[in-house]
């Protein structure tokens, strides 16, 4: 298949990973708790919980909205099924919403539309990198209903906020999954500005339990722990967050990069006739994390894709 995500490891980012290797503590402690502190400087935010994926922080982030069984999630048409399925396994009914074609992020119009129907909360997606429009977050606001920020594409995009953490929603949950602009393989943080939020996630994420075995460790520390609710196993490994702290130390740098490779991009995807770029205009303030065309509605789109992958191996072997 076309190498569109070839992950970006640096003989640093491997030497960070052996270290934690041979600390002697490979699991949720340190690193983790240094990552979290990390990126939330960098957010500006006051809390990031990590967690093994973007799609256990938007469970966790769900499940903190408490909401009874069958109520209506509004969810964009146009994501990947992670968000959809949060809703689904916490019980609830995911309400499909329709997209704007010029951002594929989740029209202001069709959620306006969908809280007169009845809606009790809503996971929007900041898609391809590109921050949702602020009426998204207006409508929200209007209707009294909680929105909670699928970010799993935007670590550093902005929008009307600043930098996307979360602020003023039900919490902004990002991915670290290999294909991703920060990447630790498999990972994730939900970034909030609320202190009941980032509690109840620091326990839902480790089955519900109080204090997990970082905090039991200490000499002065509780030995045991209490079952405060029904969790999931979703912590991240200090293993998978030492990548991730690695990665964060050159994000800035690895940013400017991918937005010349864009602006590359950008400028021969135009001469193709017919093909459409998603945004248009090149947004600056996304995080760039998928560069999006349109096929000309003639155009087989598997023939590209499969032409593509063709091209890709092509390239492959004139390296190797
Ligand atoms: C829009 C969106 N949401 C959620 C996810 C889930 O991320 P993760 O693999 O970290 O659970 C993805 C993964 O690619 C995604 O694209």
Not at 181 to 197: I, K, Q, R, Y
Not at 272 to 283: F, K, Q, S, Y
Request: glycine letters at 10%; one cysteine or more; proline letters at 5%.
């Amino acid at each position: 298949m076309l190498d569109f995500a070839a992950p970006d490891i640096t003989e640093a980012d491997i030497d960070a990973v052996a270290q934690t290797l041979r600390s002697g503590w490979i699991t949720t402690a340190g690193e983790c708790l240094k990552l979290e502190a990390e990126l939330a400087s960098y957010l500006d935010v006051p809390h990031v919980v990590t967690t093994s994926s973007c799609t256990a922080a938007i469970e966790i982030a769900v499940a903190h909205l408490g909401l009874a069984p069958g109520s209506r999630v509004g969810v964009p048409t146009w994501t990947f099924v992670s968000t959809a399925l949060s809703a689904v396994r916490a019980g609830l009914m995911p309400v499909l919403l329709d997209i704007e074609p010029e951002t594929l992020n989740l029209s202001p119009r069709s959620l306006a539309a969908a809280t007169d129907e009845g809606l009790d909360a809503v996971i929007g997606v900041h898609f391809g990198g590109c921050a949702m429009s602020r009426d998204v977050h207006d409508v929200c606001a209007e209707a009294g209903i909680p929105l909670v920020e699928d970010a799993a594409h935007a670590l550093g995009a902005t929008d009307h906020r600043g930098l996307v953490a979360g602020q003023g929603t039900a919490g902004a949950c990002f991915s670290f999954y290999a294909t991703k602009n920060l990447t630790c393989a498999e990972g994730g943080a939900l970034a909030t500005d609320s202190a009941d939020l980032a509690d109840f996630a620091r326990s839902y994420r480790l089955h519900g339990l109080s204090h997990d075995a970082w905090a039991r460790y200490h000499p002065e520390a509780p030995s045991g722990y209490d079952l405060l609710g029904p969790g999931i196993k979703g912590n991240l490994p200090d293993v998978l967050a030492a990548l991730a702290r690695s990665q964060l130390g050159r994000f800035a740098e690895m940013q400017a990069r991918r937005r010349q490779v864009v602006d590359c991009y950008r400028v021969g995807l135009k001469e193709i006739p017919g093909l459409e770029l998603v945004p248009a205009e090149a947004d600056p303030g996304s995080a760039d994390h998928l560069m999006v065309v349109l096929l000309p509605e003639s155009v087989d789109r598997d023939a590209v894709v499969t032409g593509l992958a063709g091209l890709s191996w092509i390239a492959r072997e004139a390296v190797l």
